[in-house]
């Protein structure tokens, strides 16, 4: 006697708005691990962001799709998707991969390789979009969840090292920072700050600025004003492409004590509020250091700080470990004064960094 074959089960997977995310055609006994890894291939939504809902059963990974139905008898099986994104990192390092990381866990839940040294980045959570700037004078534009570069942009001149990125992946637009190096007449001359149409991928113009550079930059998309900091604080507006004033007496505070990076300006509700990493992180590392080492040392932490959490990221290689390639990711609580979670699994020295 031959053995009968499973029953085959219509599986159609929802988002809250009804709309159909997907469907497919599975047997019975499959589980709903399966599921979630069918899931994951014809949409892209990590396994991490997928809490599935049949009725009103939150769904596990060992339950067999043939129990969800009316009495073990329909041929039809409706599940709801409700993505929950857990709090996430991207950093990018010097010898140019990307590690996305599970901040509830520390693991790395993704790891993009790329051969080219990163020395900024900025995503868009929502849209798990990332713009870099690279050391090859090129912006790139990734999809984090599906793990490849959709765009690359480069600049007009190969002298040129980009210094700060920001975006609105909505408008399709980027504004960026960048400073010349080496021989400043070869190649087509770049203004300091420059917008970028993230469409078409090309480059739209230059901002005239005070500074030489602009160490970092700040767009609030909703005002279209873009706030740069290097050696002049200089508000513009994006769509006129004219500046509104420039404080030419502001500088840093503190010892810049970075590698690659400066100051940090965070936008917050359309006010902007400048973080002076260099001090602020300087103080912190000391007092970790201090608690491993027993003694201060002097390190060179890279921070991405994040206003809405009252946290920050940092890089850290302990002075007895500089023979040793890679250094620590830690993701440091600044009301409470302690170290929430470690990712361990950088390789070279990390240059930027963003966290949802």
Not at 60 to 79: A, K, P, R, W, Y
Request: net charge negative.
């Amino acid at each position: 006697m031959s053995q009968r074959a499973p029953a085959r089960l219509t599986v159609t997977v929802t988002d809250i708005g009804a709309k159909v995310i997907g469907a497919f055609e599975l047997d019975q006994d499959a589980q709903v691990s399966h599921l979630r890894h069918r899931l994951q291939q014809s949409s892209n939504v990590p396994l991490y962001d997928q809490h599935l809902i049949c009725g009103n059963k939150v769904l596990t990974d060992d339950m067999s799709l043939g129990s969800l139905t009316t009495l073990g008898q329909s041929e039809f099986l409706q599940i709801t998707l409700l993505r929950a994104p857990k709090p996430c990192a991207l950093t990018a390092g010097s010898e140019g991969n990307f590690m996305l990381w599970d901040l509830d866990t520390g693991h790395c839940c993704r790891f993009l390789p790329f051969s080219t040294s990163v020395l900024c980045l900025k995503v868009d959570w929502l849209a798990r979009i990332a713009l870099s700037g690279h050391t090859d004078s090129c912006l790139r534009l990734w999809d984090l969840d599906r793990g490849f570069c959709l765009r690359e942009m480069p600049l007009t001149n190969s002298f040129v090292s980009l210094r700060s990125v920001d975006f609105d992946w909505q408008m399709k637009v980027a504004v960026s920072s960048s400073l010349a190096y080496g021989c400043s007449m070869i190649g087509s001359p770049v203004q300091p700050l420059g917008l970028w149409d993230l469409a078409a991928g090309g480059y739209i113009r230059g901002f005239l600025t005070e500074s030489m550079h602009a160490a970092c930059i700040s767009a609030d998309w909703s005002r279209c004003q873009l706030l740069a900091a290097g050696d002049a604080l200089e508000l513009f507006d994006i769509d006129l492409g004219q500046r509104l004033w420039c404080l030419r007496s502001w500088q840093w505070s503190g010892r810049r004590r970075w590698r690659s990076h400066a100051p940090v300006i965070e936008s917050k509700r359309g006010t902007w509020s400048l973080k002076n990493a260099p001090r602020s992180s300087n103080i912190m590392v000391k007092y970790i250091s201090s608690r491993w080492t027993g003694q201060e040392t002097d390190v060179e932490p890279q921070v991405s700080l994040n206003v809405s959490r009252s946290a920050c990221l940092y890089a850290y290689q302990c002075p007895e470990d500089e023979d040793e390639m890679g250094e620590s990711l830690i993701v440091f609580d600044l009301v409470e004064g302690r170290e929430v979670v470690q990712l361990i699994g950088h390789t070279d020295h990390v240059m930027c960094g963003s966290m949802s």
